[in-house]
């Protein structure tokens, strides 16, 4: 079992920048693929960023790839997104999920165990 917190949300202007944190429970972390998604409202959750269990291997959206970077601290039991170059679009509920196979996967159906969630607004 794995119990997943995040942190890091809250609001920012345009322009500005967000580091999400994701501290995880359990000693093994290290052998899960982590994923970050995002759900605004009335639209589906999404999948932002993604990073096997080494962190050698990563995926981004197209709407964010070049703004977020998805990072993990094995030792730390944490998955991080930092986000810069925000803009309105962005605001959402931001999750994060772990996968027990430790690959880098992008169907949200995958993963196993999810967050409560964090929300990310962005003023114009």
């Known amino acids: 079992q794995v119990q997943l917190v995040e942190s890091g949300g809250g609001l920012v202007q345009a322009g500005g920048s967000l580091r999400l944190s994701c501290a995880a429970s359990g000693r093994t972390f290290s052998r899960y693929g982590m994923g970050w998604f995002r759900q605004a409202p009335g639209k589906e959750r999404e999948l932002v960023a993604a990073i096997n269990w080494s962190g050698d291997r990563t995926y981004y959206a197209d709407s964010v790839k070049g703004r977020f970077t998805i990072s993990r601290d094995n030792a730390k039991n944490t998955v991080y997104l930092q986000m810069n170059s925000l803009k309105p679009e962005d605001t959402a509920v931001y999750y994060c999920?772990?996968?027990?196979?430790?690959?880098?996967?992008?169907?949200?159906?995958?993963?196993?165990?999810w967050g409560q969630g964090t929300q990310v607004t962005v003023s114009s």
């Open positions: 999920a772990a996968d027990s196979g430790g690959w880098l996967v992008k169907d949200k159906s995958r993963y196993d165990y």
